[in-house]
């Protein structure tokens, strides 16, 4: 069995999408002769605590390690689950910090989990490194660890670092900070894996000292024991049930959806008089605000945040689906881990999307409807069409095949295989 060190900030107890990718690697590790030991954060303020996740790790037998820094999450530490703030609130705080912190503010954090990993390396075997990132800071603190103790270094990219979509550099000397760190911690990782081919191709055009060999697409996905073990909530009537799972943020809006509803309530009362619109997550208060403006309050079930396993529940009892993903800098890159989710729950999807790699992935499910994700008559249209659909018992189903590479199980087993030979190629 490979013992494998894995430093993760964002784990259970905190909730939301990034975390399960980790914890679901970390469960299943354990089913292909891999022992991981995570460290993680202490006790933070966040903006989504999930306690059922963290059963979920403690049944599995993780063991898991806690280290308290002095990054901002920790100082909140009291007050425990916090609400979003205001998007200007929001953005203006990530400014803040990227000018006093490079790369994050997870920094005090990233200095303390060293030590704490210095130790642990300094009396147990470990056969492999793997860190996930963000934040960017342990990827520095990690390779710090190769080259200290020459055990394989395996980084996991489930957002890209340097000149992101979030990147503020508020001076030129900022960004070159930023290159130059993510530089010399690429150099000594010797195995890279991102979510898309898009981020590969731009981390290869980027830094010309990887080869194609280098990274290895390793996409989100879903826990197929999730679907298996929770059931669909029952439904009270026979209205068709559409819903969003999620937070909203930055580009990231139900406007144009709501907009797009708003009008169908005009041209079509008797389609919209029959769909329920749930929202699974926080909407925020500006987004209740435009609900409220439009009267649309009767066509809304707000649920706030849920654990995972209710969330489950609400899709698999919801009729269609639906995301969206807005347009501004490399949103061709992203490909948002709800997709995954959705994907695994079978139901047909509306996804409201741009060009680019998430457009794709839903184009080959095999059950989505794509539209413009700012488009209202676009995506007044397409609800038209699914409500027809789900009337005549016609609604799409996806592609199994396809689906099934995307179990949490699988991916697992892949990324098995990477440090199999990692450390094969280290013995050697």
């Known amino acids: 069995m490979l013992k494998v060190l894995v430093i993760a900030y964002y784990y259970p107890p905190m909730g939301l999408s990034g975390v399960q990718r980790t914890l679901k690697f970390t469960k299943f590790m354990l089913r292909h002769n891999l022992q991981p030991t995570v460290i993680t954060s202490d006790a933070v303020g966040y903006f989504a605590h999930d306690n059922s996740l963290l059963k979920e790790a403690q049944d599995a037998g993780i063991r898991i390690l806690r280290v308290a820094g002095r990054e901002p999450n920790a100082l909140l530490k009291r007050l425990g689950t916090v609400r979003l703030p205001k998007e200007w609130i929001r953005k203006f705080m990530h400014k803040l910090s990227q000018t006093f912190f490079i790369p994050d503010n997870k920094i005090s954090w990233s200095r303390h989990a060293f030590k704490k990993a210095s130790e642990i390396l300094s009396t147990e075997k470990f056969d492999l490194i793997f860190v996930t990132i963000p934040p960017f800071s342990s990827f520095s603190m990690a390779a710090k660890l190769k080259q200290k103790f020459d055990i394989p270094l395996f980084v996991d990219y489930r957002d890209i670092w340097y000149d992101s979509y979030l990147a503020f550099y508020p001076t030129p000397l900022h960004k070159y ?43 989100h996905g879903f826990d197929h024991e999730d679907f298996e073990s929770t059931p669909a909530e029952p439904k009270p009537n026979r209205k068709m049930r559409l819903t969003y799972s999620g937070i909203f943020y930055n580009h990231n809006t139900p406007k144009y959806f709501l907009k797009a509803f708003n009008l169908l309530r005009f041209e079509r009362p008797d389609i919209a008089a029959n769909i329920e619109l749930h929202f699974v997550g926080d909407i925020n208060k500006s987004n209740k605000k435009l609900i409220r403006k439009l009267n649309l309050r009767e066509f809304v079930r707000d649920h706030g945040y849920i654990d995972h396993k209710n969330a489950i529940s609400k899709i698999k009892s919801s009729d269609v689906l639906w995301m969206m993903l807005g347009k501004w800098k490399y949103s061709d890159m992203i490909l948002p881990g709800k997709l995954y989710e959705y994907m695994g729950s079978g139901k047909p999807i509306i996804a409201c999307l741009p060009d680019g790699t998430a457009r794709n992935a839903a184009k080959e499910y095999g059950a989505s409807f794509i539209t413009e994700p700012d488009d209202v008559k676009q995506i007044k249209d397409t609800l038209i069409k699914v409500y027809d659909l789900y009337l005549k018992n016609e609604l799409p189903k996806p ?18 295989k990477q440090f199999q030979f990692l450390v094969k190629t280290d013995y050697r």
């Open 177 to 219: 900070l930023n290159k130059k760190m993510e530089y010399n911690a690429l150099k000594a990782a010797d195995k890279i894996s991102v979510t898309n081919r898009r981020v590969k191709e731009r981390m290869l055009n980027l830094y010309k000292f990887l080869t194609f060999d280098d990274i290895i697409l390793l996409p």
């Open 399 to 416: 592609d199994e095949e396809y689906i099934f590479k995307f179990r949490r199980e699988y991916l697992t087993d892949q990324l098995t």
